[in-house]
Every structure is written in C-alpha cells, then in structure tokens.
C-alpha cells in the first residue's frame, strides 16, 4: 500500500513561493515599512525592558507578517474599532499580545500625526502610546503616568481591552477555535461579501487537540474568508525543533505546518523568509485570489527574537535584564538610524522612577516618527486607504440574514408566556434535552435562524439537530448548505466546539449552542467559557454599553440517569465546573427537573443575557406530572432560581432542598405519596439555578430561601457535594445530605433507577432518611 496527498482530487492547492517571483517593493514603501518594523523590534524590546515581563521573541518574528496585513491587505476604518464588517487580525498565539500592542500603538501614532481627525474621539477605542504604560499593569495601578494619561491596563495575553480586538485568547488553542467561529459567523452573515479574518499562530500553537478539531471544521465549512498565518520559527517555550523539518524529526510532532493545514484541508502557500516584505505581501496577495472555497494558510519561515539578541526558545517568555547592556545593545540599530537616544536608567528602581523611564523611551520612538514624516505619511496613507477600501467595497449583511435582536425586543418573548406545543400535558412524555431542544427552535424561528447548533457526534441523541427542524438538513456550508443552521464542529470535538461557538456567538449576530454529554463537555468547555467571559467584560472597559454575546453549552445526558453508559459517563461533577465559579454575569447554569421547567427557564437566562448558558438535561423520557393537582409550584417559579417546590400546611417538620432531575423525580413518586399518607409535613425547595437566584436583589433571596431554612435544612442532590454546602449548613444537615457519592465509590452501570438506588436516593431511601431527620436521629454533637 502507498500513500500521497493528492491536492487535485481534494480541491486544494500547494504554492512554494519562490523568491524572484515576488516583486520588489518600490522604495518608499519599502523604506516606510523597514523604518516602522525597526520601530516595533525597539518597542517590543522597551515594552519587555519596563515590565520585566513578557513574549519578546515571538512578538518580533512575526512582526513583518502582520504589518504587511494591517497596512497593505486588510480593510477596516481606523476610527470605528467597533465596525463588524471590517477584516479581523486575531491573534490566536496569545503570547505575542506585546507585539499586538507596540504595532497597534505605532499605527495609531502615524495616523495621530498625519490625519488625527480620523481616529475615534473617545481615547477608549483608540490603542494611544501612552496606553503601552499600562503593559501587563493592573487596573489598580496608581503610578502617575498610568492615571494622568488614563492608560488602558493591558493584560498579558489579548483581550478586547484593545480596539479592534475582538476574543480574549492565550489558552492553547482556544484562540483558533474562537477564530474560526468568527469566521463562520461572518461568512454565514454575510456571504460572499464576508470580511476576511486573519489567525496570527506559531508552530507550537497547532499542537494542541482542539487546533486539528477547529481547522478540521474550518475546511469542511467552507470558511474561504480564513487565513492561517504561521510563523514557524520552531521554538516552543522549551524545544527549538517543534515540528519536523524535512528529514528532522520534530521533538514535539513528526508534522511540519505545511502538511498539516493541508491534511486539513486547507490552501497552503509557503514563504522561504518571514521577513522579506515582498515575499510577504505576495504571499498575502496570492492567498486572497485563491478562489476554490477553502480556508488558505500561509506558513513563514522566521527567526524567534530576530535581531533582539536573545533567538530560540530562550526569547519566548524571557529578555534582556532590566537596562543591562544587552538591553542597551537592542536598542543602538534605531538610535544609529534615527540619531535619537534613549534613555539610561539611573537611581532606585521603584515603580514611579521605572513608569518615568518608560514615557521618556515611548517619547523617544515617536521622535522618531514625528522627525521622519515622508515615512510616517507612507504609513499614514495605507491606514486610510484600508478605511477608503471599506467605504467603496461595504459588507452588507445579506439580505435574509437573521435579526438575533428580535429575541430582545419588548415582548417577542416571556418566560411566563408559552407559545402553542411547548407545553407538555400530565401523563404525556418528554425528555428536558427535547424540550431544550423546541425552545431553541423557537427561538430560531423567531429570529429567522440566529441559533447555530453543533454536537460532539451526538446531534440526534442531545436533540441538538431539532434546534435547526425545517432549516434544511445535513450540516450548514456557505455554498452547498446555506440555510441549515447545524454545523460541523470537527467530530468528536468538544474542545474545538465549545471555541467556535463563543466565537460565532462574539459579533452578536448569532447565538451558537453546542452540545455533549456533560461529563465531557463541562470540563472540556470551561476554559472556552472562561475567556468569553473575559472577553465580554473587558469589551465594556471600552464600549460600556455592549452587552453580553451569549452561547450555550449543552451539558446532556447528565447525571445518573444515564447509568447505562457507565460511570464515565453518567457522573454528578460537572455542575461544579461552572455552578458559582464564574465572576458576575458570565454564567447562568439550569437544573430543571420537569420538561416544562425548560421554557421558562431557558428564556429567562437569554434575557438575562449571560456570556454563557449552561443546561443540565438528562437523556430519558420523563411522565409529566400533573403538578397543580399534587400540590407542587409550576414551573414558572423556576425562574427564581430557588423555589419552594412544596410549601408546609402550617410549621413544617423539616426543609428539604433538591437539585437534580433524578432525586426530584424520585421525590415525587416516592415520598411525595407517603407525605400524604402521614401527614408529615415539610418545606421542600427546588434549585433550578443557582446564578438567576443570585441576579435576585438580597431581600428577594432572603425572603424565598431564609438563611433560617439552610440551617435546618437537609438535601438531596444528583451533582457532587460541593453543590450542596451553600444550602445546608448545620452539621447535623450535611449528615443527612445524600448524593451520588456519598458512599464514597463511584456508581456502576445500569438503567438510572438502579443507579440511583446504589446512590441510596430513590424514592424508598429517600423516605427513610426523611424519617430519621424528622424524627432526630443521627444529631451532631453540639
């Protein structure tokens, strides 16, 4: 057996890019873009000198790559950072956010000196020189520069704090599969006219799973408006041979980047030297004439710290000490050139002294700019031509595109109001992920498709395909597919999908939802949800009235119920990955356990308008029950977040508190008949979410759920028992709390009564602990 990668039946193209074919730039341009490059390497090097901190090497090896981007091939309008139908520079590789910054601040200087008319008039959306003395600096920081000149507090790695920043990205990978969502959002939106989004990566940076996950679903998307940059230095943090190199073995993987963006599916073009501007910018050309509905990489042979005086992986997180003569030394090619001195350190190192040295050597390079002014226009001039482009060539959304802002229009849509068919009568069945699954629906109905859905292989099983119902079938591609709203996240690929659905959802055009077993998906989605959370808040630091882009993440098949598959899968952890472990309004979790506790819950938590939704729906049928006639709140009173299930006729003999579909089922068909039959009489509060409870003002909650009521209240919970301390706190009630693992062993296998009767919940436990509480056994020692 033989094998090759036969590019022709696969619909893609290899381009070696030979040197003499690339054009020589004309002079000035030429002259302009070596005079700004030598700008940046000696920013980056000052940036990395006055912080102590930071990624010079990669910053500088892919300096000249993005440069001849952001002034030659993309189009945007410098003065609207906000502009969602401009190009978009993403950089994946988190860690060359320093060089992000120095050339963000330098393009802003050339424009301040040339047309200061066309930058925002609000310093927040403009990336000022001052603002690099918030470089890695806390928003608390109180140097005197850093509050005189109010100084954006940049982070380490990228966040929307900076203009024309759109996704927080630093954790490995998750920037590609947040970019590559981007891009599909975009192209979704906008078709044929998408703009184009440019992916600044290294080497090392495609190493991760969820990359093959994200490019995977790039290729097979369609996503033509993609561009992969690679700087390929082969330096990772500890390896300087990440990749192989012909016949060298790569410490890390036995693939060079060419091959893989091409077994990918991808357009490929290769540069022989990163830093030659024109094979760059032919480069640049080339990719965007490519017409054969792929995404297309560009893969640059660079140097990591080139010309710095530090190469390799010694650059990567590490520099020059502070104003040591190697210091000195990356900085004498620009004062040769311009004639300008920087300054020398001189006195104790205290923050104020090292902020003083730091303004006068950001002085100093726009001296520079300021005292080269046919370079500066040069630069200026392509800056503006970019706007120009953007105003002659505008990206309108097409015509049919959805309108996700009816979703928030004054009474499209009630959590106390059922539209026909969503409402599931006593004694019928349904499953919570089918009834997850039509309220989407309904809301893409309803915004004329702003829900794309994906799964991990499961779209049938997680009902994640009903979501899409009469939308087309099979899964959505601009060209072949364009009205199904189900998209291919790679396969099995909870990793990449979690990125690309915070990513569609970032313009606010779209709303993605994926799905998979929440053992697998909670954990795996945590970091994706994390940085859309950053991303949403550090956004208002700049534009406070942009409000949250929610996405969603199905956790199915939860908790024991899906005893069948095995303890691997039908596992209580995963609320804990989210419950209560996000800042603010980043998270909303559900725990239903009615399937009518679906639509109110669900279309509260959108209006809420979280960063993130995050559903607990379990995978078998469920009897509807007919909770009027048994005494039981409806289902709107989820919406609280905590609510009395079942109120006591008079002084309860105890309070009860439940969470999870499994133990409240189990209350209700095995206690609830033998409360009856007693008479005892007891509060029983269900928690249905813990983060709309807290959006609740402090006499609210007080008032539904008494600090008296978790001291002497027990619990049953289907999740772990970090879940269950917040409403529990006597002593003697966390000894008669149950849950899964109480035993301490995880379950076997089996249907999720069994499971749940190992647990010692089901109904007849149940009733047996409720006994031994009511009648006072098992007391704490006081």
């Not at 679903?217 to 993609?226: E, F, H, I």
């Not at 490519?290 to 660079?302: A, D, E, K, M, Q």
């Not at 000195?328 to 190192?349: A, D, H, Q, V």
Request: hydrophobic share 40%; aromatic share 10%.
């Amino acid at each position: 057996m033989s094998y090759e990668l036969n590019l022709k039946e696969r619909g893609i193209e290899f381009v070696s890019l030979k040197p003499e074919d690339c054009p020589t730039l004309p002079s000035d341009q030429q002259d302009s873009l070596e005079f700004f490059d030598l700008c940046y390497r000696t920013l980056c090097a000052v940036m990395f000198n006055h912080a102590s901190s930071g990624h010079p090497g990669g910053s500088v090896s892919s300096g000249r790559i993005v440069q001849s981007l952001v002034f030659n091939r993309m189009d945007y309008d410098i003065g609207n950072p906000m502009d969602r139908s401009a190009d978009v520079i993403s950089y994946a590789a988190g860690h060359k956010a320093l060089g992000l910054y120095a050339w963000s601040a330098l393009r802003n200087e050339v424009v301040r000196l040339v047309a200061p008319d066309q930058l925002p008039e609000d310093v927040r959306q403009q990336m000022r020189l001052e603002d690099i003395l918030g470089f890695r600096k806390n928003p608390i920081t109180s140097t005197p520069l850093f509050r005189e000149f109010g100084a954006k507090p940049l982070d380490g790695h990228p966040t929307p704090e900076t203009p024309f920043v759109w996704l927080s990205t630093g954790p490995s990978g998750v920037g590609v599969a947040t970019s590559v969502g981007l891009a599909m959002t975009l192209k979704d939106m906008h078709r044929e006219s998408a703009p184009a989004v440019h992916i600044i990566e290294g080497e090392g940076g495609m190493t991760p799973g969820r990359v093959a996950e994200a490019l995977a679903s790039a290729a097979t998307s369609g996503l033509d408006n993609l561009y992969f940059h690679v700087d390929w230095n082969q330096a990772s943090i500890d390896s300087n041979a990440v990749t192989r190199d012909g016949g060298t073995p790569g410490e890390y993987v036995q693939w060079d980047p060419c091959e893989f963006l091409l077994m990918q599916g991808f357009n490929v073009i290769y540069v022989e030297n990163g830093f030659d501007f024109a094979q760059v910018r032919e480069a640049q050309k080339r990719a965007e004439a490519i017409n054969n509905g792929r995404p297309t990489g560009i893969v640059y042979r660079t140097v990591k710290g080139w010309k710095y005086g530090i190469e390799g992986c010694k650059s990567h997180g590490a520099g020059h000490g502070f104003y040591s003569p190697e210091y000195l030394e990356s900085l004498r090619p620009f004062e040769e050139k311009t004639g300008i001195t920087f300054p020398r350190f001189e006195g104790e190192k205290d923050p104020v002294q090292v902020e003083q040295a730091f303004y006068e050597s950001l002085l100093a390079i726009r001296s520079a700019f300021e005292h080269n002014m046919a370079l500066t226009r040069q630069l200026a001039d392509w800056v503006l031509n970019a706007r120009q482009r953007l105003l002659d060539a505008p990206r309108a959304l097409r015509e049919d595109a959805p309108v996700l802002a009816k979703l928030y229009e004054d009474g499209a849509i009630s959590p106390l109001e059922r539209p026909e068919g969503l409402v599931y009568e006593a004694g019928s069945k349904q499953t919570l992920r089918g009834a997850l699954s039509q309220v989407m629906h309904h809301v893409n109905v309803l915004t004329g498709g702003a829900v794309l859905a994906a799964a991990a292989d499961l779209y049938g099983s997680t009902n994640v395909a009903g979501i899409t119902k009469g939308m087309g079938s099979g899964f959505w591609h601009p060209l072949s597919n364009p009205e199904s709203r189900l998209f291919s996240a790679g396969g099995i690929a909870e990793d990449a999908m979690g990125g690309i659905s915070s990513g569609i959802a970032t313009m606010g055009h779209q709303i993605a939802v994926g799905s998979s077993y929440g053992a697998f998906i909670a954990p795996l989605n945590v970091i994706c949800a994390k940085t859309h959370g950053i991303g949403m808040q550090t956004l208002r630091h700049r534009a406070p009235d942009e409000p949250n882009k929610t996405f969603m993440i199905v956790c199915g098949h939860a908790g024991v119920k899906t005893g069948e598959d095995g303890p691997t899968h039908a596992e209580p952890q995963a609320l804990q990955v989210f419950q209560e472990n996000f800042p603010g309004d980043v998270m909303i979790t559900l725990t239903p356990w009615d399937p009518n506790d679906l639509w109110p819950l669900t279309v509260e938590a959108l209006l809420q308008r979280p960063a993130v939704v995050a559903p607990f729906v379990t995978r078998p049928s469920e009897v509807i029950v007919d909770r009027e006639a048994l005494g039981l709140a409806p289902a709107e009173a989820s919406v609280k977040g905590v609510y009395k299930l079942l109120e006591a006729n008079g002084t309860p003999d105890a309070t009860l508190v439940y969470q999870g579909s499994d133990v409240a089922y189990a209350f209700v068909s095995g206690v609830l008949p033998r409360l009856k039959e007693t008479g005892m009489n007891l509060d029983v509060y269900y928690v249905s979410s813990v983060e709309l409870f807290d959006r609740l003002d402090e006499a609210e909650r007080e008032a539904i759920f008494p600090a008296a009521k978790a001291a002497e209240a027990m619990m049953f919970s289907g999740f772990t028992v970090g879940t269950t301390y917040r409403w529990v706190t006597s002593e003697r009630g966390r000894q008669f709390t149950h849950y899964p693992w109480k035993h301490g062993q995880f379950l076997g296998s089996g249907p999720g009564d069994v499971c749940l009767e190992q647990a010692g919940m089901h109904g007849e436990a149940q009733w047996g602990i409720i006994q031994k509480f009511v009648s006072g056994g098992l007391r704490a020692a006081s």
